[in-house]
């Protein structure tokens, strides 16, 4: 019976184990380096490729996670008492391939390779938390399933003048980190099993704006197929004016300490989180959306997007990419939970809360709120299932359509003239959790998608019913085969019926669900 597994990687022998004899055997190998660890003189600089060992080194146990400042959420998510260190560029590999302890050559069945960004909004997040567990999906879809962690926050995102004004490579350090990545899987493919042809990169939240923003990278051009984005697209790209700006209260929080880059990478971790977080706590006055997060930095040396995303996808720069791209029914209930004033929300309150951050290309902000609120209040109370039409859920859902499902929407319809294999969902099943408060919520479809309802946490906020099983099943399934295929089993999405399958206690195609809130949206978003 074996136990162990060895791979033959560019750098040198690594040795997993094997998990599941007992039915089909999955190899897994933790804590793979594919990059040096980004410290010292390579903090702030593009990744390079990790150095060569000698012997076989153990790839029993996950790497270290990006540094990241502790949060609910992460907890909530099994992040509690995980490993942080610069010292974090490593992926994790499940593959059925049958790779024994002597370093046996794979089997010639050219699987789909499956690589997961995680979410975290760019600041926290790991590629080895418990949820995002390959066993299952690698074994139900005879798939490789790779995860990886990248830089975060201002270690992965902050833009720094020096290096652009010599022309060198200064901003989106931790997109670099992905596109190592996804080279390392395809120079790997084979070896693992897999057809390094046949890539497809999935996430959610961060994860699937980091898709986003791959999508709009020329270095990433050809390094994956096919793209999974839960609950994020290609919106969140920050222009070079306001991430220098941002650089800037970053850099003052820091002080003297910030005079030069050199002083930069000698600092602390703990002083750079504590710099990052006032910067984050400051950028909202100039920056639309997150701090720290992919910029575009226009057409200059050294540009990792030289232009926005979603202008990259409509020009057809990225037409061979097929897209499967959804979000979640009540995807801000999640971040609700920290708005102390949402209970007393009333119709004045959101209207001013519409005031204060207007939708980009509004003329009348005051006139858009209403009549969004008029419309949103009408169609949720004519519906065959009735939902909530006070002024809180109304935000809510308000919310969930600015900040998930319209970016989602107009990625596909940027794409769609380009490529015909783009479909789209609406995750719809409501959390068990907080007596059913959190409704379908940002990320509760991730551990469906990987079959971890079974995870303390996931069991937790979802249950592990017989009923949820069964969609866990489905949904799995089509994922599977878009990745094998380029087609997850419903018709694809144009703009015309804007066919979208709904998964949940129902499972159907459905024709442009919620359309009239989505018409308020027309030009905007």
């Not at 000698?54 to 990006?66: I, P």
């Not at 994790?92 to 979410?119: K, M, Y």
């Not at 999935?202 to 699937?208: H, L, N, T």
């Not at 909530?388 to 308000?398: P, Y």
């Amino acid at each position: 019976m074996r136990t162990r597994a060895r791979l033959e990687t560019r750098s040198g022998w690594i040795e997993g184990r094997v998990d599941g004899v007992d039915e089909q055997p999955i190899c897994v190998f933790r804590g793979v380096p594919y990059a040096r660890p980004p410290c010292g003189p390579l903090r702030w600089a593009p990744p390079d490729r990790e150095a060569p060992w000698s012997g076989v080194r153990e790839a029993l146990h996950f790497g270290a996670s990006a540094p990241q400042r502790p949060s609910v959420i992460m907890r909530m998510l099994g992040m509690d008492g995980v490993e942080q260190d610069e010292d974090c560029l490593t992926l994790n590999v499940w593959t059925p391939a049958p790779l024994g302890a002597g370093g046996s050559a794979p089997d010639a069945a050219r699987r789909p390779v499956l690589v997961w960004l995680h979410g975290g909004a760019f600041s926290a997040g790991s590629g080895s938390m418990p949820v995002y567990d390959g066993t299952r999906l690698a074994r139900r879809g005879d798939v490789v399933v790779v995860t990886i962690q990248y830089r975060l926050g201002a270690l992965g995102y902050l833009v720094v003048p020096e290096l652009l004004e010599r022309g060198e490579v200064g901003a989106n350090f931790g997109l670099l980190d992905q596109i190592a990545a996804l080279a390392w899987v395809g120079e790997h493919a084979e070896r693992l099993g897999g057809d390094p042809h046949n890539i497809t990169v999935f996430g959610e939240s961060a994860g699937a704006m980091s898709i986003g923003a791959l999508l709009g990278a020329p270095a990433a051009r050809g390094r994956f197929q096919r793209a999974i984005l839960q609950s994020g697209a290609a919106h969140n790209v920050t222009p070079k004016d306001g991430a220098l700006r941002t650089a800037e209260l970053f850099r003052a929080a820091l002080g003297d300490d910030a005079r030069d880059l050199e002083a930069l990478r000698k600092l602390p971790v703990v002083r750079i989180l504590d710099a990052q977080q006032h910067a984050a706590d400051e950028s909202w006055r100039h920056v639309d959306g997150l701090a720290f997060q992919p910029v575009c930095e226009g057409r200059t040396p050294g540009a990792v997007l030289p232009l926005r995303p979603l202008e990259v996808v409509a020009a057809g720069d990225v037409a061979d990419v097929s897209l499967l791209v959804g979000t979640n029914l009540d995807e801000w209930r999640l971040f609700g939970l920290a708005d102390q004033k949402l209970a007393a929300l009333d119709d004045e309150g959101l209207v001013r809360r519409v005031l204060r951050a207007p939708p980009r290309g509004v003329a009348d902000a005051e006139a858009f709120a209403r009549r969004a609120l008029a419309i949103y209040r009408r169609a949720r109370s004519v519906r065959p299932d009735p939902l909530s039409t006070g002024a809180r859920d109304l935000w809510l859902a308000m919310q969930s359509d600015r900040v998930f499902r319209l970016p989602a929407l107009r990625l596909l319809e940027a794409q769609l003239p380009h490529q015909p294999r783009c479909y789209a969902y609406l995750f719809t099943w409501a959390a068990a959790a907080m007596e059913g408060q959190l409704g379908s919520c940002h990320g509760v479809e991730i551990p469906f998608v990987f079959g971890t309802l079974d995870e303390p946490r996931s069991a937790q906020l979802i249950g592990d019913t017989p009923a949820a099983r069964r969609l866990s099943e489905r949904v799995m399934d089509a994922w599977l085969a878009f990745a094998r295929g380029g087609d997850p089993g419903w018709p694809a999405y144009d703009d015309v019926k804007r066919t979208t399958q709904e998964l949940g206690e129902h499972c159907a195609p459905v024709s442009d669900p919620f359309g009239d809130e989505r018409c308020v949206w027309d030009g905007l978003v």
